[in-house]
């Protein structure tokens, strides 16, 4: 059964100068919501908050394959900050010990055509765009097949990025209050996983 949500998200500046970004979506049940530092220009410490349905099997045996599915909400570029949205990439950080057998991105829709780089453990799902304001832009699910390791041990799947120059979430934007582009960078200074695997 899928259960229809409203989510809300916010880029803030301090001292409560409003967002950059409000994020909305409709889709199924139990979304993990992730928190992010993020960083325009000089500024840092600005907030901001993501949600993934994310799906995985609760327990596997060693050895086992097995389906991590992650499927980011949509997002509404803020028309009071950003004219437009280009280059944004969400980094997924894949569990350590498990291996990668195969990735597979769904039909991109509002987002264009996405790309997906995985490199170890590091996934990168990008969409060029651009993306006008206050239009919905969905980046699409993203489905990982991986292989579990042959000894006991808990599979984290999580938001990567670790400093605002090595981003979970980043774009580039065209401002409504100023001439020129500039870039969000965002990573998730607080560590949640978005699916557990026990192997055992």
Same mark, same amino acid.
């Given at each position: 059964m899928f259960v229809m949500r409203t989510r809300t *998200?916010?880029?803030a500046v301090p001292l409560a100068l409003s967002a950059l970004i409000v994020?909305?979506?409709? *889709?199924? *049940?139990?979304p993990v919501k992730t928190y992010f530092d993020c960083r325009v220009g000089t500024?840092?410490?600005l907030a901001y908050s993501e949600y993934v349905d994310a799906v995985a099997p609760a327990t596997v045996r060693p050895g086992a394959l097995f389906d991590v599915t992650l499927d980011p909400a949509p997002i509404t570029p803020n @028309?009071?900050?950003n004219k437009e949205v280009s280059n944004v990439a969400l980094q997924f950080k894949l569990p350590a010990g498990a291996q990668v057998v195969s990735s597979e991105v769904a039909d991109g829709g509002t987002a264009g055509t996405p790309s997906l780089e995985v490199d170890g453990t590091k996934a990168v799902l990008r969409a060029a765009g651009p993306f006008a304001a206050n239009v919905p832009f969905d980046l699409p699910k993203v489905t990982f097949t991986l292989k579990a @390791? *042959? %000894? %006991?041990t808990t599979l984290n799947t999580a938001f990567g990025g670790t400093s605002h120059d090595d981003p979970g979430f980043s774009w580039t934007f065209i401002s409504s209050n100023w001439d020129g582009e500039a870039h969000l960078d965002c990573w998730p200074d607080q560590p949640i996983a978005l699916t557990k695997t026990r192997v055992k």
């Amino acid at each position: 059964m899928f259960v229809m949500r409203t989510r809300t *998200a916010a880029l803030a500046v301090p001292l409560a100068l409003s967002a950059l970004i409000v994020t909305t979506s409709g *889709a199924q *049940a139990a979304p993990v919501k992730t928190y992010f530092d993020c960083r325009v220009g000089t500024t840092t410490g600005l907030a901001y908050s993501e949600y993934v349905d994310a799906v995985a099997p609760a327990t596997v045996r060693p050895g086992a394959l097995f389906d991590v599915t992650l499927d980011p909400a949509p997002i509404t570029p803020n @028309p009071a900050y950003n004219k437009e949205v280009s280059n944004v990439a969400l980094q997924f950080k894949l569990p350590a010990g498990a291996q990668v057998v195969s990735s597979e991105v769904a039909d991109g829709g509002t987002a264009g055509t996405p790309s997906l780089e995985v490199d170890g453990t590091k996934a990168v799902l990008r969409a060029a765009g651009p993306f006008a304001a206050n239009v919905p832009f969905d980046l699409p699910k993203v489905t990982f097949t991986l292989k579990a @390791p *042959a %000894k %006991k041990t808990t599979l984290n799947t999580a938001f990567g990025g670790t400093s605002h120059d090595d981003p979970g979430f980043s774009w580039t934007f065209i401002s409504s209050n100023w001439d020129g582009e500039a870039h969000l960078d965002c990573w998730p200074d607080q560590p949640i996983a978005l699916t557990k695997t026990r192997v055992k």
